[in-house]
């Protein structure tokens, strides 16, 4: 059988908001990082065509690895808070963003 290569991508989640008068914020990144955690934990060291369901019928490009991160994130952020655009890198000149 074939053997499949890894790679390293890096995501770029950004959020839109107001900035909170007291925090001066407009989400804590210590509450955002969990949430981002929680998508990385699904991808990390997994053969994503294979072992993640979401790539079974779709190749896991940079542009549907983007709307995968989107679409995980979307609806668990705080009131207030919206994902303005998740990036992901596959390598340096190979970059998709996704808005929603």
Not at 8 to 20: F, I, L, S, T
Not at 48 to 73: H, M, Q, R, Y
Request: glycine share 8%; hydrophobic share 40%; charged share 30%.
């Amino acid at each position: 059988g074939s053997v499949g290569h890894g790679h390293n991508y890096k995501v770029e989640v950004r959020v839109k908001g107001k900035v909170d008068p007291v925090s001066g914020m407009v989400m804590n990144l210590s509450d955002l990082k969990p949430l981002i955690q929680r998508v990385l934990d699904q991808v990390d060291h997994r053969c994503l065509d294979k072992d993640v369901p979401s790539f079974a019928d779709k190749p896991s490009t940079a542009e549907n690895i983007a709307i995968f991160f989107w679409e995980e994130l979307v609806g668990r952020l705080p009131e207030g808070v919206k994902l303005n655009k998740v990036k992901v890198w596959e390598t340096e000149k190979n970059v998709a963003a996704y808005k929603g």
